[in-house]
């Protein structure tokens, strides 16, 4: 149970921050772009009752990813609906990728700290290994969220991109496939090779390059959270 209770507390700050900045960056750039639908249903918030999904906050403690209940965006709102749908889709990847910077230069600075004498300090070290564990699990689950939406099928902001992008004729096509688009995101990743072959290369990439000499922090998260 003290396991448990341990993993839970490194996870639960990051996960909830991942979730959620993502969907509030889509209400508000929506409402930049003429929407104020996530204002005037209080979604414009940080309060985790607004915005939690039971299953997709569970899954981030089993599987290390989740999902919060998606934004409503009224594209008849906007002045150009296809091209501010573009904008509005890529606001939530973007703004994960901004997290994993944000979470990249944290563990750079506590190693900074560390360097500059305080890792001799008995209380400096009790705070640093949680914060490194929380910035280390940030900086990949926030890449992770950031490369998973861009996949280019409906409802994912990927799919969102991509009808804003082709000829309405085509768009209309790929949009007609949201209603199925939660068993497809199942087959493309249990039962094809996009996960082992462009997903987990891309996500590792990331992670290595914003990391740097940082990368074994996160590495002990991720052993210490999931044992890999």
């Known amino acids: 149970m003290e396991a448990i209770i341990s993993k ?133 689950i926030n890449v992770l969220l950031g490369v998973f939406n861009l996949l280019p099928v409906p409802p994912l902001d990927g799919g969102r991109i991509l009808t804003g992008i082709l000829p309405e004729r085509q768009a209309n096509l790929i949009s007609r496939l949201e209603p199925f688009g939660f068993v497809l995101i199942l087959i493309l990743v249990f039962f094809t090779d996009v996960w082992s072959l462009l997903l987990q290369p891309l996500i590792y990439t990331f992670v290595v390059l914003l990391s740097g000499s940082e990368l074994v922090f996160v590495r002990q998260a991720m052993q210490f959270l999931f044992g890999h």
């Open 8 to 140: 839970i507390s490194v996870m639960l700050v990051p996960a909830l921050l991942a979730v959620i900045l993502h969907e509030v960056a889509h209400g508000y750039v929506a409402e930049k772009f003429g929407d104020p639908t996530a204002r005037l249903l209080g979604r414009l918030t940080l309060n985790p009752v607004r915005h939690l999904d039971p299953i997709g906050t569970l899954a981030v403690f089993v599987f290390g990813f989740g999902w919060a209940r998606p934004v409503p965006v009224n594209a008849g709102n906007f002045r150009r609906p296809r091209r501010d749908m573009i904008w509005v889709a890529l606001a939530g990847p973007l703004t994960n990728l901004l997290l994993a910077l944000c979470s990249a230069l944290l563990l750079k600075g506590l190693s900074l700290l560390e360097g500059a004498g305080l890792g001799s300090s008995q209380y400096f070290m009790q705070i640093i290994k949680p914060l490194r564990m929380m910035a280390g699990f940030s900086l990949y």
